[in-house]
């Protein structure tokens, strides 16, 4: 389970609430090297044929198709692949992240747009004046080059500062950066079907039978605990359905006769689940044993 | 008594129709919307909705955990496929040039108009003190990009690059260096608004200087008409953009000190993304202003023809941004 501290509830439109993970900046930073190393790369891919072409800056097309490359390259490599992918890049698809809107609406290309431009301000203007201050600012005052620098250091920091890992070019365009939710899928509803029908059908073990007394001794939280454990498939689950079956025994007072460990578990599981199910029609959620 | 538990019997009747969602969401995830024929598109809203109302009822009345969370990934994945991005690109550039940019433009006439007032009053600085001074020149105007134009030249050597045409060779190169070149310009100052405003407004108080600087240097030495038929051709798009993207600036400058009634943040998105319509829009004005400083300027060397083309485009530009869009404004209510 991931932390609580990450998690936000999204409304998409049709009113029902959807958990969200918020990226980690880590994840975050590995998207944008991984996009930057790309960009690079195109960038000399795109240096080395005006090179082989043996063209002149001022002669000819191959100038001007270089520097328009390259100012696409710059300008629109994440702009054009957030719209098409629907807010991924190759470098946030490596990080399993992804662009979504804040407010849970459809992500608009403005915002694309948008979140991209402010880039300029974020990531070339520091790199300007870490790399060439010269070029960047001349014959700037040195306390004024580094009161700029601090100013854009802090802007480059501004997505530890917030909780939702918000880059100015978020908040600009109203944008929150997700993990993408896991594409593979629980084994439970493939493969194991017929073992969740046994579990959801259990009451084949006529001899288990509990009272709601006993039943009310636990809650939601045990019950997902024991949901955990009959799902378990390692080498030496017996022994801990043993244990845990004579833990259940002794703690509810039960006393049907031999004790199955895992018939019954199965049997107190769909009896305990019908139980919380049924009291939580009616407005009781018992979270845990305590409640 | 072998009664089913309600919440297997829900999942029973349910779950076909979730994993007719997930099969299309793979596919989805894997080759876009377009892998989809157009019943699947049409169905899709309809399972993922049903999906939705489904995970809704399952958090009220199952406590199957595997069931809950299966639920909640297929509807955050399936609500990616349908809300991911929904327009393309390149879907809506004919109701983006014909509506939203000149619409924008004109709701957030007051930044843009202080834009264009501090730009302005640069324009003015830099050519009172240079006209007074033409030492001042040094000051307002950057050594590389003035290439020799600066009070110490005779008039002469001012006079050769205004008619200059360069023969046609490497003009393409030329044109596109200041269009990618003033683009990125544009996207900075708008950029630069996000800092409470202060730099868009140095952006902009140094270019008007220095156009100013150049215009009091060359009017010094009787060259005025030649000087701004050699400016304003491309000079209208190109000074009219950079406006508009101060503006944009100050747009965000504006939401950042100034939020209103909403929070911060909530009015920063809102008003981030009309200043990104602007943004966005001049890229095409930044296009013509270098496509006609590229070839025109330099192809075209005669006075009058190059205030007619200035006048034209003025009166293109402003024809543009007073009535683009007004009747579908209208319509639209």
Request: charged share 20%.
């Amino acid at each position: 389970m991931a932390e609580r501290s990450r998690q936000r509830l999204i409304t998409p439109p049709e009113g029902v609430p959807l958990e969200m993970q918020v990226a980690r900046v880590g994840d975050r930073l590995a998207a944008f090297l991984f996009d930057a190393l790309i960009q690079f790369v195109l960038f000399f891919i795109v240096g080395l044929a005006f090179m082989l072409s043996g063209e002149s800056l001022d002669g000819g097309g191959g100038g001007a198709i270089a520097f328009l490359l390259i100012f696409l390259i710059r300008s629109f490599y994440f702009i054009g692949f957030e719209t098409r992918w629907q807010g991924r890049t190759p470098g946030k698809k490596r990080a399993k992240i992804r662009v979504m809107d804040a407010q849970g609406g459809p992500l608009r290309t403005d915002a694309i747009i948008v979140r991209n431009l402010m880039r300029e301000v974020e990531v070339w203007i520091p790199l300007a004046l870490l790399v060439a201050p010269e070029t960047f600012w001349p014959d700037a005052p040195w306390w004024a080059r580094y009161l700029f620098g601090f100013w854009t250091g802090a802007l480059l920091c501004l997505p530890l500062f917030n909780r939702d890992r918000l880059r100015p070019g978020d908040m600009v365009a109203g944008t929150l950066v997700v993990e993408a939710p896991k594409a593979v899928l629980l084994p439970d509803l493939g493969g194991q079907r017929p073992r969740t029908q046994q579990l959801a059908t259990a009451p084949a073990w006529p001899e288990f039978t509990f009272t709601d007394a006993q039943l009310d001794v636990y809650g939601i939280y045990e019950l997902q605990v024991l949901e955990d454990l009959l799902r378990r498939t390692d080498p030496h689950r017996r022994k801990a359905f043993a244990a845990v079956a004579q833990q259940i025994v002794d703690k509810i007072g039960w006393t049907g006769g031999k004790l199955r460990p895992e018939p019954f578990l199965r049997a107190f599981y769909v009896a305990l689940r019908g139980r919380l199910e049924g009291r939580m029609l009616l407005g009781e959620r018992k979270a845990d044993k305590h409640a | 008594m072998t009664t089913e538990l309600k919440s297997f019997q829900f999942r029973k009747e349910r779950q076909a129709s979730w994993r007719e969602l997930e099969k299309m969401v793979e596919r989805i995830e894997k080759g876009g919307l377009r892998s989809l024929d157009a019943a699947e598109l049409a169905r899709l809203p309809v399972v993922y909705r049903s999906t939705l109302s489904a995970l809704s009822v399952a958090r009220s009345i199952s406590l199957d955990r595997a069931l809950l969370e299966y639920l909640e990934v297929l509807s955050a994945r399936a609500y990616f496929c349908v809300y991911g991005s929904t327009t393309s690109l390149g879907g809506s550039i004919g109701d983006f040039f014909l509506r939203r940019f000149p619409v924008t433009v004109r709701r957030h006439l007051v930044p843009i108009g202080i834009a264009a007032f501090v730009m302005l009053c640069g324009v003015l600085v830099g050519w009172v003190l240079t006209a007074r001074d033409a030492d001042w020149f040094y000051v307002f105007v950057d050594e590389g990009l003035a290439s020799g134009r600066n009070p110490a030249a005779t008039t002469e050597e001012l006079r050769e690059p205004l008619f200059d045409g360069g023969g046609g060779e490497g003009l393409g190169t030329f044109a596109s260096f200041l269009f990618t070149h003033n683009t990125r310009v544009g996207f900075l100052a708008f950029a630069l608004g996000f800092l409470a405003g202060v730099p868009v407004f140095v952006l902009m108080l140094m270019n008007g200087m220095m156009l100013g600087a150049f215009a009091a240097l060359h009017s010094s030495r009787g060259l005025t008409v030649e000087f701004w038929g050699w400016i304003l051709p491309h000079g209208f798009p190109e000074l009219w953009a950079i406006i508009l993207c101060g503006g944009a600036g100050l747009i965000l400058a504006r939401a950042i000190v100034f939020p209103g009634r909403q929070t911060r943040l909530a009015n920063l998105a809102r008003q981030g993304r009309e200043a990104g319509v602007i943004v966005t829009g001049c890229i095409a004005l930044f296009l013509v202003a270098g496509l006609v400083e590229g070839f025109f300027r330099q192809l075209v060397t005669n006075t009058a023809i190059r205030y007619v083309v200035a006048a034209a485009g003025l009166a293109i530009l402003v024809a543009y941004f007073g009535l683009a869009g007004r009747t579908r404004e209208a319509a639209r209510g």
